[in-house]
């Protein structure tokens, strides 16, 4: 490969992996931003409302708190300390200059060897931890978005499987109840019969365990999101 080729390639691949940085900031829309889509809504309301995801929020807040405090760690290096005794607070009294020994301010500034080296040391490790919580949150909000939108999904399949399956068992109803009365009125045979309540009983079970999952389906999501599914507005 000659250099002229080796350049386009590099910058192409240069290209790709920044265009694959992820904004965990557009994750999740923030609250101020209305968005026509129910399940980027859900996904909102859900990040508000989580309690992990309190835990991760009061997490980076603590590693703030401590980024900041290594940062000014040195000051427990300073003292100061004040003299007060008859000759400080009345200096006209001190005829033979004894204040001179009972200095009324005294600064001080005492540091170790080791000091100089964990304190920076201290301060670096503070901002590791910070990052650790700031990708701690990031995670978060990638798997809160994912379930949240897998489960607003299911949620619609199991709606649409339970509408299919409680039409089908109306029909079936409807069908059964005729082939029920042309066996009261002698006009079918019981072999007959026994097989439209058997279809009955199966289309009939099979609409509870459909109801169920989808009521199931819809307290999943519900429980990502903190509120009942009618409330979202």
């Given at each position: 490969?000659?250099?002229?080729?080796?350049?386009?390639l590099?910058l192409?691949?240069?290209?790709?992996?920044?265009?694959?940085?992820?904004?965990?900031?557009?994750?999740?829309?923030?609250?101020?931003?209305?968005?026509?889509?129910?399940?980027?809504?859900?996904?909102?309301?859900?990040?508000?409302?989580?309690?992990?995801?309190?835990?991760?929020?009061?997490?980076?807040?603590i590693?703030?708190?401590?980024?900041?405090?290594s940062?000014?760690d040195?000051?427990?290096?300073?003292?100061?300390?004040?003299?007060?005794?008859?000759?400080?607070?009345?200096?006209?009294?001190?005829?033979?200059?004894?204040?001179?020994?009972?200095?009324r301010?005294?600064?001080?500034l005492?540091?170790?060897?080791?000091?100089?080296?964990?304190?920076?040391?201290?301060?670096?490790k503070?901002?590791?931890?910070?990052?650790?919580?700031?990708?701690n949150?990031?995670?978060?909000?990638l798997?809160?978005?994912?379930?949240?939108?897998?489960?607003?999904?299911?949620?619609l399949?199991?709606e649409?499987?339970?509408?299919?399956?409680?039409?089908?068992?109306?029909?079936n109803?409807?069908?059964?109840?005729?082939?029920e009365?042309?066996?009261?009125n002698?006009?079918?045979?019981?072999?007959?019969?026994?097989?439209s309540?058997?279809?009955?009983?199966?289309?009939?079970?099979s609409?509870?365990?459909?109801?169920?999952?989808?009521?199931n389906a819809?307290?999943?999501?519900?429980q990502?999101i903190?509120?009942r599914l009618?409330?979202?507005?």
């Amino acid at each position: 490969m000659n250099r002229m080729n080796i350049v386009p390639l590099f910058l192409l691949v240069s290209f790709s992996a920044a265009s694959q940085t992820i904004d965990y900031n557009k994750i999740i829309l923030p609250e101020h931003v209305r968005t026509s889509d129910f399940g980027e809504k859900l996904v909102q309301i859900a990040w508000r409302n989580h309690p992990l995801n309190e835990v991760y929020r009061r997490e980076m807040a603590i590693a703030n708190v401590n980024v900041r405090a290594s940062t000014v760690d040195w000051l427990n290096t300073v003292r100061v300390s004040a003299n007060m005794n008859e000759f400080t607070l009345n200096p006209e009294a001190d005829i033979f200059g004894r204040a001179a020994f009972y200095p009324r301010y005294n600064i001080g500034l005492a540091i170790s060897l080791g000091q100089l080296f964990t304190i920076p040391y201290t301060t670096r490790k503070n901002k590791e931890m910070l990052m650790i919580a700031q990708a701690n949150l990031n995670q978060q909000k990638l798997a809160l978005r994912n379930a949240v939108l897998k489960a607003y999904n299911e949620y619609l399949l199991r709606e649409k499987v339970f509408k299919l399956q409680s039409q089908l068992l109306l029909d079936n109803e409807t069908s059964h109840k005729l082939v029920e009365q042309r066996f009261k009125n002698g006009d079918t045979t019981f072999e007959i019969y026994s097989e439209s309540l058997t279809r009955y009983s199966e289309v009939s079970i099979s609409a509870m365990q459909a109801e169920t999952a989808f009521k199931n389906a819809k307290l999943d999501l519900e429980q990502l999101i903190g509120v009942r599914l009618e409330d979202v507005r």
